[in-house]
Antibody, heavy 118, light 112 residues
């Protein structure tokens, strides 16, 4: 069974940093593109970043302006999202997503809530 | 960037009756590989999104056959042949043919 379990969310002050993790199991992690998608409270979905199977290609939403970085550790079956210079508008549930293609969204984790507030 | 729109944004339905959601993209979603990467997701209250349909009309494993997708180019449709209580939630279309991937605003389906 495919499982994606996010962790690392919480309350952070504006300007602060967080690193989210996603533990993958039930499939060959190194064989799939992976992504992060977020959802602000009561709002729609926003696709943030993609990373290729071996980590050699990464794509980030331009509007993030380099504040967020996706990475992965295939030896540990872990996906990461490093978030810096956090703003109130980054408050959202962050989902880890598996892709059966480059962008597919076939499996989603349960999400981890990030709250940016003083 | 590609902009996705959906209509209606709210869809009250009667149990057992059909429902239809439209999705439109600001440019063609035909990718260089010949595929059209248009997906539909369901998000039930309090749950993570779940993919129902990929590449316009391919149903994911375990998705009831009352769900169907159709369309081409820039116009797409998700149909529910007979709405059941478990279908309540928000439905999103999403394009994966152009970076960045983009979701529609969502259509909230509830029971009359």
């Amino acid at each position: 069974e495919v499982q994606l379990v996010e962790s690392g969310g919480g309350l952070v002050q504006p300007g602060g940093s967080l690193r989210l993790s996603c533990a993958a199991s039930g499939f060959t992690f190194s064989g799939f593109w992976m992504s992060w998608v977020r959802q602000a409270p009561g709002k729609g979905l926003e696709w943030l970043a993609n990373i290729k199977q071996d980590g050699s290609e990464k794509y980030h939403l331009y509007s993030l302006k380099g504040r967020f970085t996706i990475s992965r550790d295939n030896a540990k079956n872990l996906l990461y999202l490093q978030m810096n210079s956090l703003r109130a508008e980054d408050t959202a549930v962050y989902y880890c997503v598996r892709n059966s293609g480059v962008v597919a969204g076939d499996y989603w984790g349960q999400g981890t809530l990030v709250t940016v507030s003083s | 960037d590609v902009v996705m729109t959906q209509s209606p944004l709210s869809l009250p339905v009667t149990l057992g009756q059909p429902a239809s959601i439209s999705c439109r993209s600001s440019q063609s979603l035909v990718y260089s590989d010949g595929n059209t990467h248009l997906n539909w997701f369901q998000q039930r209250p309090g749950q993570s999104p779940r993919r129902l349909i990929y590449k316009v009309s391919k149903r994911d494993s375990g998705v009831p056959d009352r769900f169907s997708g159709s369309g081409s180019g820039t116009e797409f449709t998700l149909k529910i042949s007979r709405v059941e209580a478990e279908d309540v939630g928000i439905y999103y279309c999403m394009q994966g043919s152009h970076w960045p991937p983009a979701f529609g605003p969502g259509t909230k389906v509830d029971i009359k």
